[in-house]
DNA sequence: TTTTATTATCGTATATTTACGATATATAAT
DNA sequence: ATTATATATCGTAAATATACGATAATAAAA
């Protein structure tokens, strides 16, 4: 059991469901505000500004670097970060897309 | 350890997360999809296309109620399904307005 | 070179998610 | 009334995610 059966279907909706799935905790919702604010790449600053230990926010940034959706480098003692905005827009167009698809396949009225 | 902080941010940033949970499985969009596409909302007809167990199908579609996506009401012996379009839109524009809070904030322009 | 500061990673505990078979429930059909 | 069908729920196993302290790694500062 629990055999993972995520790869059975479409590669968009695949797609779709891993950038929904970094978006899917308020911590990497608030990172990428903060990220957006300052138009420097920090770091440390990200961490004082949480409510969470240090560990856990690396943990969360590896996590949207894995979705794409941040940029970072290593840049001496501190490592910088910021959003990958191509890769950002990508996702915003793949979702409209989504809503418009699911619109426009129904009569966009509830029957229940 | 391992204690839930997610109450910690902000509501929008919670909501956000939530409905961005909700589609973080391809199963999930899978079924939205179906549900679109026909305007007669089917159930059991959701499990013959999906790649899954009828009690995975029901546990997906039990996640996608909780997140208010999606409206059921049984109907006799079979239970009928739909999406909630008012929540869903609320939802693209919530989404919508992050990626413009997002862009508008920073000069949208990466530093690494 | 030693110390200090910043960040990543490891180890670990706990919580949550995913998946299914089995079973309960409830209606329709016979 | 009995049987068949549709769906939800329970129990459970395995996989993932969340969170943190401790520690490693690396570079700047002293």
Redesign the pocket.
């Known amino acids: ?6 790869t059975e279907f479409t590669e968009l909706d695949q797609k779709l469901a891993d950038m929904s ?1 970094a978006m ?2 308020p ?1 990497r919702i608030a990172i990428l505000r903060v990220l957006a604010e300052r138009n420097t790449c ?4 990200i ?1 004082e500004v949480m ?13 949207l670097m894995g979705a794409g959706l941040i940029k ?1 480098t ?1 840049d ?6 910021c959003i990958n905005w191509e890769a950002f827009k990508e996702f915003n167009s793949d979702f409209n897309t989504l809503f418009g698809d699911l619109q426009t396949a129904s009569s966009n009225q509830s029957c229940c």
Do not use: F, R
């Open positions: 059991m629990a055999v993972n059966k995520k799935k899917s905790h911590a920090i770091c440390g600053e961490v409510p969470l230990a240090q560990a856990t926010v690396s943990q969360h940034l590896k996590e970072g290593i001496g003692k501190k490592s910088c970060y």
